[in-house]
């Protein structure tokens, strides 16, 4: 079957660095997307992987090893406004996505 | 770019009443919509996908003759949630892409409470 791995909850401090971890399986592969979700609100999209490697992007950089079925979201200099639940989702050989069910950052200052 | 307008953003409506929300991409053309649900403190849902100008695809569980969705044109698809109850209550999304492989863009919700 297909799924999708994250962490429930994470907790970090304001100006540190945190990492968040997916690890997927899907029948095929198309991508691997990040979203960020404020509560109360609907997700907007961060990043997508599709070739193995680092993709920078501002504070926020993602990672792709296909090989191992896993990415990683990468949090740099955290701000409180960060405080947020980060989605995984992997696209399939349908170019259907899969949702991890998401993990909530906490930030403290 | 890639934006996407749902409407409206919050509802209340009465047990028995149907709801109707849109779903518009602005500044694209969406190929395929998807409409989602969420409740609180849960995962995103997806209850269907839409493509232009054919019948909406259900995910299992979802009473296609309860959440009526009509994609009309390459920017708007609308969900009829009807005959509504208490237990529909939740926070609705819909999203679009303009390729397979793109992106998908959320709109930002419609928070439906039935009474």
């Known amino acids: 079957g297909q799924n999708i791995d994250q962490p429930t909850e994470m907790t970090a401090t304001e100006g540190a660095i945190v990492q968040i971890n997916c690890t997927y399986q899907?029948?095929?592969?198309?991508?691997l997307f990040w979203y960020q979700q404020h509560a109360g609100e609907a997700p907007t999209f961060l990043s997508y992987n599709v070739l193995d490697g680092l993709e920078e992007k501002g504070r926020f950089s993602s990672f792709l090893s296909r090989s191992k079925g896993y990415s990683y979201l990468l949090l740099k200099e955290l701000q409180m406004k960060d405080s947020a639940s980060y989605l995984c989702?992997?696209?399939?050989?349908?170019?259907?996505?899969?949702w991890g069910a998401g993990t909530k950052q906490i930030i403290k200052p | 770019g890639a934006v996407v307008s749902q409407h409206p953003s919050w509802v209340i409506c009465k047990s028995g009443t149907s709801v109707k929300i849109e779903c518009r991409s602005l500044d694209f053309q969406a190929t395929t919509m998807f409409w989602y649900r969420q409740f609180p403190k849960q995962s995103l849902m997806l209850m269907a996908t839409?493509?232009?100008?054919?019948?909406?695809?259900?995910e299992q569980g979802v009473e296609k003759d309860k959440f009526l969705i009509n994609h009309a044109s390459l920017t708007l698809s609308t969900l009829t949630v009807t005959s509504a109850h208490p237990e529909d209550s939740s926070f609705y999304i819909c999203?679009?892409?303009?390729?397979?492989?793109?992106?998908?863009?959320f709109g930002n919700g419609t928070r439906l409470t039935v009474t």
């Open positions: 999203s679009a892409r303009d390729r397979e492989s793109s992106p998908l863009h």
């Open positions: 899907t029948s095929g592969f198309n991508g």
């Open positions: 989702a992997g696209m399939d050989s349908n170019y259907q996505l899969i």
């Open positions: 839409s493509n232009e100008g054919s019948k909406a695809t259900y």
